[in-house]
């Protein structure tokens, strides 16, 4: 993601050098997403009204996600970052080795009302997002309901598109093996489930078209390449607002959150606070999922949207019953070695 600002492209680039000068100097609050449209729906739901409420400004801020940029600040003891959206994975890695500050967010926040998972240690949802199986509405007839359906290439004809890595793929084989979503954490915890998962893998792969970037299955579902594949529910969202017809199945989908965290050493801490402390309330929520397809991390929020807004989102009452929580935790301890095992497979 390009930087939005001469701003931007300074921070991004100040040499560590400089960064070791000293604490900065009183500035407004940094706010980083990950830009493009979901910076969009940021701006709108949570920036500009919490500029307009509490009369201070916001610099908004893109990035992919580079957490070597946010360590060497923190280590450097000069932050000039504030508030920052991080993936699961970083939140984990970031909190065990000190870059993010340790808040116990149920203080700050009302604990009743937020999502499950939405609260941990060091960081507090942002949003809900999910992996989920997209199909071409034009290419298929009859609508696949299942990972089963997507593994059925007599039923369905055509390539499928997954994501090259271990993660989410190990959960939808063992799903289109016949396990319940509930279980599937518990059995991939095992060694036999691990065996089984890549042995079902193995049943699709000549079917199989490898993406690493979102844009990718859309792209690839609209050009014909594949007739299904998994793919964030965000990116098929913005392809049906093009005109686009694609479409989702979402039993069996996996859905996580990106998170909001501190960097360790911001001098605007107690703003941060506040500013994620607004993001995260019912009013603000609701706002960000009536501009992109992402969940609320508010309870109260997903009551305050439409009809037509909660079939699009991944925490809808409708949309989660059959879904799965992403497990930080087991993809914490076992994700390396899964990895490891993934690649070989895939290059044989």
């Known amino acids: 993601m390009k930087p939005r600002s001469l701003l931007v492209a300074l921070a991004l680039s100040t040499p560590l050098a400089l960064l070791a000068q000293g604490p900065a100097q009183a500035r407004d609050l940094t706010v980083v997403n990950f830009g493009g449209a979901n910076g969009d729906a940021q701006t709108a739901a949570f920036i500009k009204p919490y500029e307009k409420e509490s009369g201070k400004k916001i610099i908004p801020v893109a990035y992919n996600g580079e957490q070597a940029k946010v360590k060497a600040m923190v280590q450097a003891g000069n932050v000039v970052w504030d508030a920052v959206e991080v993936e699961t994975g970083d939140l984990g890695r970031g909190c065990e080795e000190g870059t993010y500050e340790n808040i116990d967010w149920s203080t700050v926040l009302n604990k009743e009302d937020m999502v499950p998972g939405a609260l941990k240690y060091c960081g507090v949802g942002t949003f809900v997002w999910s992996t989920v199986l997209a199909y071409n509405g034009d290419a298929l007839k009859t609508a696949p309901t299942s990972w089963a359906d997507f593994w059925d290439?007599?039923?369905?004809?055509?390539k499928r598109g997954l994501r090259k890595g271990a993660h989410y793929n190990l959960e939808f084989a063992l799903m289109a093996d016949g396990v319940a979503p509930k279980d599937v954490y518990t059995v991939l915890a095992t060694p036999e489930g691990v065996d089984r998962a890549f042995k079902k893998l193995d049943e699709l792969k000549p079917n199989i078209q490898w993406w690493e970037a979102g844009a990718q299955p859309p792209q690839m579902l609209t050009a014909g390449d594949v007739v299904?594949?998994?793919a964030y529910n965000g990116?098929?969202?913005?392809?049906?607002?093009?005109?686009?017809n694609l479409k989702i199945s979402w039993p069996g989908s996996v859905y996580d959150f990106d998170y909001w965290v501190i960097p360790t050493g911001s001098a605007n801490k107690e703003q941060a606070i506040e500013f994620i402390k607004y993001a995260s309330s019912p009013k603000a929520q609701a706002a960000y999922s009536e501009h992109i397809a992402y969940g609320?991390?508010?309870?109260r929020a997903i009551g305050l949207l439409s009809r037509e807004v909660l079939a699009k989102v991944p925490n809808s009452p409708d949309n989660v019953k059959d879904a799965i929580f992403n497990n930080l935790e087991f993809w914490t301890d076992h994700g390396e070695e899964l990895e490891q095992r993934f690649t070989a497979w895939a290059a044989r």
Not at 153 to 158: C, E
Not at 235 to 244: K, M, S, V
């Open 153 to 158: 290439v007599k039923k369905f004809p055509g």
């Open 228 to 230: 299904m594949s998994s």
């Open 235 to 244: 990116r098929i969202d913005a392809a049906q607002r093009e005109g686009r």
């Open 296 to 299: 609320p991390v508010s309870k």
